[in-house]
């Protein structure tokens, strides 16, 4: 098979990279975009060139003091530890169990699940929220937490990994005398460490950035999450101040992309787990 060589090889490999330039600039521009937005002066133009011309963090502080900020932040991290700490300990046990052999209505279960994806949020929501309101759980964190205390995708990422896990390494397990618990938690869960990674940084995006449920659930604006304070703060800007709420916004991303990089190492290798079964 021949390859390119030459400037024919040039040209291709300068249009990959023109193509991922491209593409970096259509992700990250609007958030470039928001950033600089939210720290030009009160007296700039918000569509007045790129760059500002005077920055400042005034309006970070000004978003501080016009809403609960840290209250709002704290009621978000909240339910975020919950949906991260469920999803974890469910959907690792849950695909623990779709992963082994030798009990039945494995496959049924394992499609029942499946099929379970093809319903979107809104055509749930109602029942869902019915159930919530029955169990007295309306207006408070338990009930933003509990719809998504574990989510089948996540269910499925941690079945590919642990089916991934080579037979070898459980046979010699059980040779050793493990039993079912100490097998789980000493050589499935290590192995799938990325897996996991991705199941915390997922089940936290989800948490952090979901307006529509707590919109419905929560009626007491102290126990309002961050997305729902930043719907508030954009009704309160009588002028539309643009600066202010992109403030809010890069305030509210923050979070994740500090998580993301923190994880990054370990998202990317769970992304690969499980694709090919060793």
Not at 92 to 117: D, E, I, N, P
Not at 165 to 177: F, K, N, Q, S, Y
């Amino acid at each position: 098979m021949s390859t390119l060589t030459g400037p024919p090889r040039r040209i291709a490999l300068a249009a990959r990279y023109a193509v991922l330039l491209l593409m970096l600039v259509v992700m990250l521009g609007p958030i470039a975009w928001q950033f600089l937005t939210s720290i030009r002066g009160r007296t700039e133009n918000v569509y007045d060139g790129v760059l500002p011309a005077h920055p400042t963090l005034d309006n970070y502080v000004r978003v501080a003091e016009s809403f609960p900020l840290l209250g709002y932040v704290a009621n978000t991290l909240t339910v975020a530890a919950l949906a991260v700490t469920s999803n974890v300990l469910f959907a690792s046990m849950g695909g623990y169990a779709l992963s082994r052999a030798g009990w039945k209505g494995r496959t049924s279960v394992f499609t029942l699940l499946v099929a379970t994806l093809m319903f979107p949020f809104e055509s749930v929501m109602i029942s869902m929220f019915l159930t919530i309101r029955g169990m007295g759980l309306v207006d408070t964190l338990i009930g933003v937490w509990l719809p998504g205390a574990v989510s089948v995708l996540n269910i499925m990422i941690m079945r590919s990994a642990f089916l991934a896990v080579p037979r070898e390494i459980e046979e010699a397990a059980v040779l050793d005398g493990a039993g079912e618990w100490t097998r789980f938690t000493r050589v499935f869960l290590p192995a799938a460490k990325g897996s996991l990674a991705v199941v915390c940084i997922t089940s936290f995006m989800g948490a952090w950035d979901d307006f529509l449920w707590p919109l419905l659930v929560l009626t007491d604006s102290d126990h309002y999450t961050l997305q729902l304070g930043l719907k508030t703060l954009a009704g309160a800007t009588t002028t539309n101040d643009q600066r202010l709420i992109a403030a809010g916004a890069m305030a509210a991303l923050l979070p994740m992309m500090l998580l993301f990089f923190a994880l990054q190492r370990f998202f990317f290798k769970g992304v690969g787990e499980g694709a090919v079964k060793t």
